[in-house]
Each structure stands twice: as C-alpha cells, then as structure tokens.
C-alpha cells in the first residue's frame, strides 16, 4: 500500500509505456482522417475516415459542406500546431471545428487502444491479458506496491488513500486495473469491478466514455472497432478542450481538494502544461502540512525542470502549504517507480 495519502497526476505520458501515443504523435492520424476528398461526381469521399464522415452527414444533414470546410481546416492547420488540443483552443469559437476535432480525436484514440498493449478482445472470452506485455512498466509497478500486503479478504482497502487525477482521454488504466486485479486475485470480472469502483479518478477533461464493468448501457469496449456515427457522436460529448469548463460532476473544488489534501503527490508523463497546473491550484488558503512530490519529466531540460518546479511551487503557495521534498527527474514513469518506489510504500 502507499504511504499517507497519495495523489497520481496522470499525463499523456503516463500512457506511453503501453504504446498509447503522445498528442503530438496524433497529428498526422487525424490530419488524414479529416483530409477529406472526393472523386468527381462522387458523394462518398475517397479519402478521410469513412465513419466520421458518415456522422458529419448525419449531424449536419443538408449542410455536410460546412463541416467538410471545418474538417479541412483542422487536417491542414493541425499540422502547424502541438497537439489537436491546442488547435481546438485557437478555434474554441467555431463549433463545427470543436465537433468535427473531437470525432477525431475519440477515433482515433480507440483505434490507439486496440493498438496497444493492454487490448483484450471483449468479444473472445478466452482472451486476457498478457502480464508479459505490461511487466516492468509503471502500471506493472504501482499495482505491486499498491497491492504489498493487501489480502483477498482485505480486497475492499486496497485503494485506501489512493486517488487519480487523469488529464488523459483514454482509459488505460481502468482497462488495466480491472484485468490485474482479476487475476492477481482469482476473482472474477464483475468482482473486480466492484473493487475498482472504491478508486476515485477525478477527470478534468472527460473521456472518451466508460468501460462495460463501470456503465454497461453507455459503454463501449477499450479499443472497440464497433462504433458507428451514434456511438462516435455519444463520445465526443464525453470529452472537453482546455476551454471548456470542468464537468459539473467533478467540480473544480473537488480535484484541487485532493490536491490540497494529500500528503504525497505524484506526477506521471505530465508537461505541466500553465491550463493544467491552474486546475489543480485551490481557489483559497488552507492549512495543511507540507506535501512531497515526485514527478517525471522526460526530455525537459535543466532550466525546463526549474520552470517546473516553480510552477509546482506556486500551487503549494496559493493553498497555504510547503513542500517536503521535490524531485522532478528527467526519466520515464517506470523508471520514477523504480527509484523512489520504496519511499512510495508503506512496507
């Protein structure tokens, strides 16, 4: 188990050790998906994603051209920009773009999902997961000293103390959590489930939707290829930009709460991004003993981990607090786990 109570800030590349790619690695997949293109005298284009286009004609119903226009301007502007996160927030006023940008982008994360690591076909009930592809990544680690000395009849404290702040939009660590436990433990799914429900993650940017285990009538698969225009429409309204407000089921107050609360911080794959760290920065004072903090920030300079740091230090600040200890490295999550996972446990 962990040490006090623990905070995970979560990342994009907290999703990387399992072959989900960074935002800037999904520029060119959804500059092709929205580049569409017809032949002449053609209504179905030749070029582009076939299902997005097919919600588009559905949403816009006589008016597809506009949101084709939209779709156009992403694939060619994207290529100019960080992330398609950071383009949406140029174009925040345009809700044709806003639309068309998070087809793609809940496309084209499921199509990630499949592709990574921790895929598990939901229609074979013989398939599982392969430990093997996952061991010695940081989802392998956090499970072994989460689970250091917890039994199976303890099973219901294991997240004890434990909370997730995830800034992703993929659901790799519920799809992992769920089948580790099952088999760390030899219960069943639907069991696991049950113990994976205790674990808060506060999610500032939504998500591209729920897994069968947390709302079977809503869900879809990690990784599905079974997803139509409804489907596909359904998701994007699960997920937010960076100027959208925080979804009214996990307020702000609650996530920077946990922040404010906790005694350990950990920070995984985060670029601390100035809109993400001033979500986790409370609105007031309060008094509350010093935190300690761990965090990666793989390929960030000397001078870029200063900066980081600093902007750390701000929210420890403007919540009333000092810092125990900081240690940003320049190293991957696993490797995070692998120097300081003794000082995260309580063993």
């Known amino acids: ?53 097919d919600t588009l004609v559905r949403i816009a119903k006589t008016d597809v051209n506009s949101f084709i226009a939209a779709s156009r301007k992403i694939s060619e502007g994207i290529l100019l920009d960080t992330s398609i996160d950071s383009f949406l927030d140029k174009h925040r006023d345009d809700p044709q773009i806003q639309m068309c940008g998070k087809l793609a982008i809940v496309k084209s994360i499921l199509e990630a999902e499949r592709q990574s690591s921790l895929y598990v076909d939901a229609t074979n009930a013989s398939a599982h997961l392969d430990p093997s592809k996952v061991s010695g990544t940081w989802f392998d680690r956090f499970l072994k000293v989460l689970s250091e000395g917890v039994t199976r009849a303890d099973l219901g404290s294991l997240f004890n103390g434990v909370s997730l702040i995830n800034f992703n939009y993929d659901r790799c660590i519920e799809q992992y959590l769920a089948h580790a436990i099952q088999k760390l433990y030899a219960i069943s799914f639907e069991q ?14 939504g998500s591209i939707g729920p897994l069968p285990w947390q ?25 937010r930009t960076y100027s959208e ?55 960030i300079s000397e001078p870029g981990i200063q900066v980081v740091k600093n902007r750390i230090a701000t929210i420890a600040s ?27 446990s309580k063993g």
Not at 23 to 51: C, W
């Open 1 to 53: 188990m962990f040490k006090d109570r623990t905070v995970f800030v979560l990342g994009a590349g907290s999703s990387k050790e399992v072959e989900m790619p960074l935002g800037s690695e999904l520029i060119p997949k959804i500059s092709q998906m929205l580049n569409f293109h017809f032949s002449r005298g053609n209504r179905v284009p030749n070029q582009g994603d076939a299902t997005i286009y």
């Open 192 to 205: 696991a489930g049950e113990v994976l429900r205790k674990l808060k993650i506060l999610r500032p940017y």
């Open 215 to 239: 709302t079977p009538e809503t869900a879809f698969a990690y990784g599905s290829p079974d997803i139509g225009p409804e489907g596909l429409v359904a998701l994007a309204a699960e997920i």
């Open 245 to 299: 407000r925080v979804h009214e089921s996990q307020p702000l107050w609650e996530i920077q709460g946990e922040i404010a609360h906790a005694q350990t911080i950990i920070y995984l794959g985060c670029a601390y991004h100035p809109q993400n760290m001033q979500i986790l920065t409370p609105a007031e004072k309060l008094s509350n003993a010093a935190a300690r903090i761990f965090g990666t920030a793989k390929d």
């Open 318 to 344: 403007v919540g009333g607090r000092g810092i125990a200890g900081c240690e940003i490295r320049d190293c991957t999550c696993s490797k995070l786990f692998q120097e300081y996972g003794i000082l995260f």
